[in-house]
């Protein structure tokens, strides 16, 4: 693939784009909702709230908890995910052989946390495409603030 030599960047999105992560991201809903005593969601259900980061994920999925409880079930899901990032996670196919075929300067800019993403391309092997790795938590602002 030869890109435009006028380009010197190119900005990924990781979930939804690079790899397949809905999976492990449904059984972290899940469990949380579990403990909350709510029943499980569908893969597409949880997949339709996908895209603003996890706090805006929790608060999709818990709408019936106080508001006091939300700070807890967002730490919960965080613990819980962060010990199976990648059970299920997987690239799509071919990006690996997409990534080496750029030759411009690449950059990860994820709505997941900064330390998830960063973990998941290096479980991943995707990480040496990267000169550098930014989450959610990275910027005062979220995706898609310019």
Known sequence: ??????????????????????????????????????????????AS???????????????????????TAVKMFKDNYSKHLTDK?????????MLSTIPQKKVLLSNKDERFSKQILETLGLSKYFT???GGDSFKEKKPSP
């Open 1 to 46: 693939m030869v890109l435009n030599s006028k380009i010197k960047l190119v900005i990924f999105d990781l979930d939804g784009t690079l790899i397949d992560s809905k999976y492990d991201l449904t059984d972290a809903v899940n469990f949380v909702r579990h403990e909350y005593g709510f029943g499980p969601l569908s893969v597409d259900k949880v």
């Open 49 to 71: 709230y996908l895209g603003s980061g996890i706090t805006a994920l929790v608060k999709a999925v818990l709408t019936d908890i106080k508001d006091e409880e939300f700070d």
């Open 89 to 97: 996670t997987l690239p799509y196919k071919n990006v690996s052989d």
């Open 132 to 134: 550098n790795i930014y």
